[in-house]
């Protein structure tokens, strides 16, 4: 059967939530090639949600993670509708969109349904809802024809997997309610081409499901319904998750105490809001969540253990913003500086906390004092400048800040906002007798940390101008690192900074050999 791209290029493949609406097949497929009828939308209906009803050329809409949160995975979303409509956003293009934060590449399927004959295909159902009978019976001619829909969806990703940047071996099938009908249908009639590596029936119908054998292969499968869903779907998600339990497979069930039927991504401020949370721990769990592209700290702590240290970071900025105990014990163990003694402080971020550990030597022969905190911000440097600064009373300061607030380690950033903060830290200075030098903030064209923020070089650039302009402005000692650190793309080379932001102790002797005769002239003025 020969396929087609509706949009051929697929350069877009790595931009965050890229859609391509890809035709299943050329053409009307088999089974339906008398349908005269087309594809329509209903957002006015009981359901209260955008339906989709006549589909009769088949398609999946492709939503694509960004390459820095790509796994490789993919998951096939069959929204469900009682084969006569699809509910295309709460139960397709929403969940899409969760799966690409969580960097799986999510499919929507369109499959064909029932012929609807008036413009309120919804009402048209909720009629046929009171006799489940008679609704199979007229179910039952379309169910096969959605099942190769599915069969052609899978064989479709997993044949074009190299360009969508996929695993063709963690391709999974996912539905809701009739959805998950088609997904076990799918997974119980597949061959090594079109069948899923994992599988999730969400509130699925199981006497129109077409088969019963469990897949020799291991295919994991994961189960969630409501206890009170009103179309009785329960008892059949238990059925299903002990076939495949009894099978072998790796199998896990989440019956919900309320929620109803159809929950999908509906808030209902209820536990099954967050149903898909645990399917995204579930995900974690089979090893379908391990990003193909982990940025410098991930590969070097593993992705778990940055996860993690996100989260402390966050609950720390929400305990102890400006972490202001870090030097508590060395400030109270540094005495008083003695007559004569030039001693400096240099203050800022993870820059000075690496720049004073790689070459304590170069600090403790010039009286240099580091009190750089990784991460930190212009207004959390502000908040311990008392005690990081004048309580050690030097004769001057080397205030060096504006990475991360380019970065928003700690909000979106704003540029007056942490020239205000500089400013503020050198009046503080200056008005308690110690002298000022301000450096420029250091070349990066992106920060392996928060890769989502893209190139902000020219940023960087802008932010250097305000602190020179406002240096000159005051006649304050303006070093400029930028100038003598930055290449062709105004970021750094990895000789000077491995990771583009951090130095390495090439890039700390060109720091050293600019910083040291601004600080001895200002010490002698």
């Given at each position: 059967m020969k396929i087609q791209l509706t949009i051929a290029v697929l350069f877009a493949a790595h931009i965050a939530f890229a859609q391509q609406v890809i035709q299943l097949y050329e053409g009307k497929p088999k089974g339906s090639e008398d349908w005269t009828w087309t594809e329509q939308t209903s957002s006015n209906n009981l359901f209260n949600t955008e339906v989709v009803y006549n589909v009769v050329r088949p398609t999946l809409t492709a939503y694509l993670p960004p390459y820095y949160l790509a796994t490789g995975t993919a998951v096939i979303i069959a929204p469900g509708g009682a084969f006569h409509t699809l509910s295309i956003n709460s139960e397709g293009a929403d969940v899409a969109k969760w799966l690409n934060s969580k960097g799986v590449a999510a499919f929507v399927l369109k499959y064909r349904v029932v012929h609807s004959v008036t413009d309120d295909p919804v009402r048209e159902l909720m009629a046929k809802m009171g006799d489940f009978k008679q609704l199979d019976e007229e179910n039952d001619k379309v169910i096969p024809l959605a099942m190769a829909d599915g069969l052609t969806a899978v064989r479709y990703v997993r044949d074009h997997a190299k360009a969508f940047d996929i695993n063709p071996e963690k391709i999974g099938f996912?539905?809701?309610?009739?959805?998950?009908?088609?997904?076990?249908?799918?997974?119980?009639?597949g061959t090594d081409e079109n069948r899923?590596?994992?599988?999730?029936?969400?509130?699925?119908?199981?006497?129109?499901?077409?088969?019963?054998?469990?897949?020799?292969a291991k295919t994991p499968i994961f189960v969630a319904v409501a206890g009170d869903d009103q179309l009785g779907m329960m008892p059949y998600s238990i059925n299903i998750y002990k076939k495949w339990f009894d099978a072998g497979q790796p199998a896990?069930?989440?019956?919900?105490?309320?929620?109803?039927?159809?929950?999908?991504?509906?808030?209902?401020?209820?536990?099954?809001?967050?149903?898909?949370?645990?399917?995204?721990?579930?995900?974690?769990?089979?090893?379908?969540?391990?990003?193909?592209?982990?940025?410098?700290?991930?590969?070097?702590?593993?992705?778990?253990?940055?996860?993690?240290?996100?989260?402390k970071s966050g609950e720390q900025l929400q305990t102890n913003f400006a972490n202001l105990g870090r030097y508590r014990e060395a400030n109270e163990r540094t005495a008083p500086p003695k007559p004569g003694e030039n001693r400096v402080v240099f203050l800022g971020n993870s820059?000075?906390?690496?720049?004073?550990?790689?070459?304590?030597?170069?600090?403790?022969?010039?009286?240099?004092?580091?009190?750089?905190?990784?991460?930190?911000?212009?207004?959390?440097?502000?908040?311990?400048?008392?005690?990081?600064?004048?309580?050690?009373?030097?004769?001057?300061?080397?205030?060096?800040?504006?990475?991360?607030?380019?970065?928003e380690n700690t909000g979106?950033?704003?540029?007056?906002?942490?020239?205000?903060?500089?400013?503020?830290?050198?009046?503080l200075a200056r008005a308690n007798?110690?002298?000022?030098?301000?450096?420029?903030?250091?070349?990066?064209?992106?920060?392996?940390w928060r890769r989502a923020l893209g190139d902000r070089s020219a940023m960087i650039v802008d932010l250097n101008k305000r602190i020179k302009a406002y240096a000159n402005q005051e006649k304050i000692p303006y070093v400029d690192y930028h100038s003598a650190m930055k290449n062709d793309r105004n970021g750094m080379d990895p000789n000077i900074a491995e990771d583009g932001v951090h130095p390495t102790m090439d890039g700390y002797r060109i720091m050293e050999s600019l910083i040291v005769p601004v600080v001895e002239r200002v010490l002698k003025e």
């Open positions: 996912m539905g809701f309610s009739a959805g998950g009908t088609l997904t076990m249908s799918v997974a119980y009639n899923p590596n994992f599988v999730a029936p969400i509130y699925a119908y199981e006497p129109a499901i077409i088969g019963a054998t469990v897949p020799t896990e069930l989440h019956i919900y105490e309320k929620g109803g039927h159809g929950f999908g991504m509906r808030k209902q401020n209820l536990p099954t809001d967050s149903w898909y949370e645990r399917f995204g721990d579930w995900l974690h769990l089979q090893g379908y969540l391990k990003k193909l592209y982990p940025n410098k700290y991930e590969k070097l702590f593993g992705e778990d253990a940055f996860a993690e240290g996100l989260v820059i000075t906390e690496g720049w004073a550990s790689a070459d304590s030597a170069f600090f403790a022969d010039h009286h240099y004092i580091g009190r750089g905190i990784s991460g930190q911000t212009s207004p959390q440097l502000l908040l311990r400048f008392r005690q990081d600064v004048l309580d050690l009373h030097p004769k001057a300061v080397v205030i060096h800040i504006g990475t991360n607030d380019v970065a979106p950033y704003d540029p007056e906002f942490t020239m205000g903060n500089i400013r503020s830290m050198a009046e007798g110690i002298k000022v030098i301000l450096a420029s903030v250091l070349p990066a064209t992106k920060f392996e």
